[in-house]
């Protein structure tokens, strides 16, 4: 056999063993028979972003109609990173990016905020994330949010001059339609002022009873109306009293 047809046969790769291919490198100190050397090469590393919190769950107060979820992430790849697009699965939510490109083991950070008003209940939103990378799927990125309903309160606020009698007023309190909550709890945040509840005949009104200890001075409190939703996370209102 010819020296130049054995060099075409160990010119040929010799194995792939799991993704990684099994290749000979020649020594130079003979022209007759090189002497094969077998050697790894590594396929090309595949770009990635490890993110620390991909699903998110918020849980808005009743005086808030937007909520942000911040999602970090980091180049754990050995190669640049370029996110093309960022989009939202609906026109309620908006998401930021400071950059574009990140060098790898840099972090990076897109905020996603959701507009909720005019909404109420269970939520569910997603961000979907491309990169550079040919073939990859986008990533998905959830935001959930429980967003409480709209109470109704009337009146919410009450009033006493000084010198009245100490003659209780009530505040009426209201849940929507289809929401599954439930006024739970009611405290003011003065002693001189009382608070009771009571449920009306109407699973979804209750009473507020208001009363004050005296009315020979000025005296005023803040009525927080707490509800038992969403489950696990308590939902508190404002009302106002004052004796003037």
């Keep these: 056999m010819s020296t130049s047809l054995n060099r075409r046969a ?23 028979f ?4 077998l050697a790894l090469v590594a396929p ?4 990635q972003l490890k993110w620390e919190q991909p699903k998110q769950t918020l849980f808005p107060q009743s005086s808030e109609k937007t909520v ?26 908006t998401a930021t990016l400071t950059k574009k ?7 990076g950070e897109i905020d996603a905020t959701l507009n909720f008003a005019g909404h109420v209940g269970h939520q569910e939103k997603w961000i979907y994330v491309s990169t550079n990378l040919a073939g990859s799927q986008p990533a998905l990125l959830s935001l959930t949010v429980d967003i409480p309903p ?15 009698p100490l003659t209780p007023k009530t505040m009426r309190v209201s849940v929507p339609d289809g929401i599954p909550a439930e006024i739970v709890a009611v405290q003011t945040d003065n002693p001189r002022i009382k608070a ?36 696990g996370h308590t939902t508190t209102y404002s009302a106002y009293a004052r004796v003037q």
């Design 150 to 164: 709209d109470v109704t309160i009337q009146p919410a606020f009450v009033m006493w001059k000084i010198g009245d």
């Design 196 to 231: 009771e509840l009571r449920e009306l005949t109407d699973r979804d009104e209750w009473e507020v009873t208001i009363t004050p200890t005296e009315t020979s001075e000025p005296v005023k409190a803040v009525v927080s109306i707490r509800s038992d939703y969403p489950a």
């Design 68 to 93: 942000t979820a911040r999602y970090r992430f980091t180049n754990a790849s050995s190669s640049p990173v370029t996110i093309v697009d960022v989009r939202p699965s609906c026109g309620c939510t």
């Design 101 to 107: 490109t990140y060098a790898p083991g840099e972090s």
């Design 10 to 32: 160990y010119l040929r790769p010799l194995a792939l063993i799991s993704g990684w291919i099994l290749a000979p490198v020649f020594s130079v100190t003979s022209r007759a």
């Design 44 to 47: 090309p590393a595949f770009a």
């Design 34 to 37: 090189p002497v094969a050397v």
